[in-house]
């Protein structure tokens, strides 16, 4: 463990004012060391990150087989950029993603460095091999603060705020509650049904089928709020899309590699097969990596120079890749992924049906390691079942609690919502620990209403 370190205190204060305001921080220190679901700031202060720096050090900070694949890299070779050579681990990462991916289709690569920059190839691509000029995404959903990844983001307005946006995007309900002004406890076919007419009305109402590329889900609305599409509605998807000739992109960046239990969410709906799907985050485990797979046929029809980028598929964070395939091949991370979401849903569950705590959460939900709990908010639909008043800003101030009990922890969406999204390799007393500060923090906030 690092020693407390006043030089980097004063590293900190001296030019942190020269950092663009645009940015927010969570915890307004410097962390200095990582060690599977731990972190360490400059303090010496120890955090379980229940944020796995966003869902993306999946198996944990500093795993030392990713930690040894870039050593080894970076002695070889650290830049070949991609349209002028290949690289080595450029290519084993495409041999060991290829049995892994969630149909054989999805044959052809291209490795970028955000997941942003994955959607931007994705619309591009979509738009040109279809030849038609718009996109459908979900209300709700995120995809990249980039120009034509925002433009198709809809979880929050200050993605865009004050910045023109694409055209060509219609926004439709995903079947979540809030979307479609329905009360939490509505069944999910129902949400489902309502979503699928509101999708045949923007066909009838807002643009012809035959004008559209693509539509764009997220199998888990992520920044939206952690919701798991129901199967029916990626089925849906699927028929909807081979029906009117329009390209279906699943975005798997923030579900994939194990994020959800299995290795994609697309796994979890049998026979569900996308025509794209992006993927970035825990894909190198910290290293700047994305990527989008389709069929060949698809990808063909872009000219070569259509894509390329100087950093993109850097061979150092392909080898720390190809480590993150080889770990999943050896290491139970799946089954701890299961285990430790058993145990976490325990705690929300009991918080919801708690007499003490109980009225202040809509909704438990999630898939996995990316859960959320929705706390009530004085409006209308998150107050059904509410048994009296309800504090005011329970996330935050729930947040606040279980930070300062030394878990680092995520709100997200524009409702009240907190995520929980620790690496996936987290220990059951690390989780129990996590558990047990959630659950004071929220019954402290009860309590004091
Ligand atoms: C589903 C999804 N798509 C795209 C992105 C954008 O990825 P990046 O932040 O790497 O640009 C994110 C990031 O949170 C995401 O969750």
């Not at 020693?3 to 001296?14: D, F, R």
């Amino acid at each position: 463990m690092p020693a407390p370190n006043a030089n980097l205190s004063a590293l900190l204060s001296a030019n942190k004012k020269h950092i663009t305001p645009a940015l927010g921080h969570l915890h307004d220190h410097i962390i200095v060391k990582g060690e599977g679901a731990k972190v360490w700031d400059e303090e010496d202060k120890e955090y379980i990150d229940f944020t796995a720096g966003i869902g993306v050090t999946n198996l944990g900070h500093s795993h030392p087989a990713v930690t040894a694949a870039v050593i080894n890299q970076v002695q070889q070779v650290q830049h070949v950029q991609c349209s002028i050579a290949y690289s080595v681990p450029y290519l084993q990462l495409v041999e060991n993603l290829l049995p892994i991916m969630p149909d054989k289709s999805l044959d052809t690569f291209f490795f970028w460095n955000s997941g942003a920059e994955a959607i931007e190839f994705a619309i591009k691509m979509t738009k040109r091999s279809t030849q038609r000029p718009n996109i459908i995404c979900m209300q709700g959903g995120y995809h990249g603060r980039t120009y034509a990844a925002s433009s198709i983001t809809r979880s929050k307005t200050i993605y865009t705020l004050g910045s023109h946006t694409m055209g060509g995007v219609y926004a439709t309900p995903f079947p979540y509650w809030h979307s479609l002004g329905v009360s939490p406890d509505t069944p999910e076919e129902e949400l489902v049904a309502m979503a699928k007419t509101q999708l045949e009305l923007l066909i009838k109402q807002q643009v012809a089928p035959s004008d559209v590329a693509a539509i764009f889900c997220e199998p888990v609305i992520g920044e939206g709020g952690y919701v798991p599409a129901p199967a029916s509605w990626l089925r849906f998807l699927r028929e909807f899309t081979t029906k009117h000739g329009m390209l279906l992109v699943i975005d798997e960046v923030q579900t994939g590699f194990g994020r959800t239990g299995k290795m994609w969410y697309s796994e979890h709906v049998e026979g569900f097969v996308p025509d794209v799907i992006t993927f970035a985050k825990g894909l190198a485990n910290g290293f700047p990596l994305s990527g989008i797979a389709s069929r060949r046929e698809i990808m063909e029809k872009q000219e070569p120079g259509t894509i390329g980028g100087t950093y993109a598929g850097n061979p150092v964070a392909c080898a720390a890749a190809v480590a993150v395939t080889e770990v999943f091949k050896t290491q139970p991370i799946l089954e701890n992924v299961n285990a430790r979401s058993a145990q976490l849903f325990e705690t929300l569950n009991a918080l919801k049906a708690s007499p003490k705590t109980g009225n202040l959460i809509a909704d438990v939900r999630g898939k996995g390691l990316m859960v959320a709990i929705e706390f009530r908010t004085d409006d209308e639909l998150t107050l059904k079942g509410s048994t009296g008043p309800v504090p005011k800003d329970i996330g935050k101030r729930v947040q606040k609690k279980i930070i300062d009990q030394g878990i680092f922890v995520l709100t997200t969406s524009c409702f009240d919502t907190m995520r929980f999204i620790p690496p996936l390799v987290i220990t059951e007393e690390e989780m129990a620990t996590a558990c047990k500060a959630i659950t004071t923090a929220v019954e402290e906030v009860a309590r004091e209403g």
